[in-house]
């Protein structure tokens, strides 16, 4: 079971998802919506996702799992739009033989859902709101990745996070400076 | 060729657009297109590393374009940095 929705994410469907007469060990991990961040007092997160793309990273992802674990089954279920204070985010249940595994692979999901999977959350505090992710990804920028691409000789000496205008070869367009 | 580009969170608001399509010439690169869009939205840049998909799937900027592609541009994704 794999699941993008914008209502509150009812476990017993998760549990039921996973549920196996050979599975000794059921491991659910939910992400629950916390009150501060960085020093900020959250008034709530919001999720945004590219759902085709979203379903088809979690199922790598479970297909990873499930190919590096002896688990049994893996469900997961993530929300999009409001989420408020004390509810979950996300939720991932796997069932396995034993619990070793299970408690791995949950670790493994939501590690990985965490990187890879399309869907961003926009934190709400008193001040304002930010998107979380942007702020602290100031390296390896389009524009140094550009750069790179562009004029990769050995040697070449580094471009700032802060210059950007670096002309592409050929097309006499230049790049704005950021 | 034409491809669609579809934004998301921060460079969504920023754009204050959530889908543009594009015309491109044969061959393009995914760089290429984001060299174009950043002419034409230079408040997508200031948001990161942007990572881009091609059809849902992750892909690099030297990845040539096809008609009817569909681009996604993705900022950080909450767990930390591409």
Known sequence: MLLLTDRPIVLDELLAAVADPAAGAVVVFIGMTRNHNEGREVEGLEYEAYPAMAASELEKITTEARARWPISRVAVAHRTGRVPIGMASVVIAVSSAHRAEAFTAARFVIDRLKETVPIWKKEYFSGGAVWIGDQSCHSGTWQEERVAELAPVPGTSAVSERDGAVAPAGTGAGLPRS | ?82
């Open chain 2, 1 to 82: 060729m034409t491809v669609t580009v579809r934004l998301f969170a921060s460079l969504r608001e920023r754009a204050g657009l959530a889908t543009i399509t594009r015309t491109l010439d044969e061959g393009a690169t995914a760089g290429e297109l984001l060299d174009a869009l950043h002419l034409d939205f230079p408040g997508l840049s200031g948001v990161g590393r942007i990572a881009v998909a091609v059809n849902s799937e992750y892909t690099d900027l030297a990845h040539r374009l096809r008609d009817g592609d569909e681009v996604a541009l993705i900022p950080p994704v909450s767990g930390g940095c591409g």
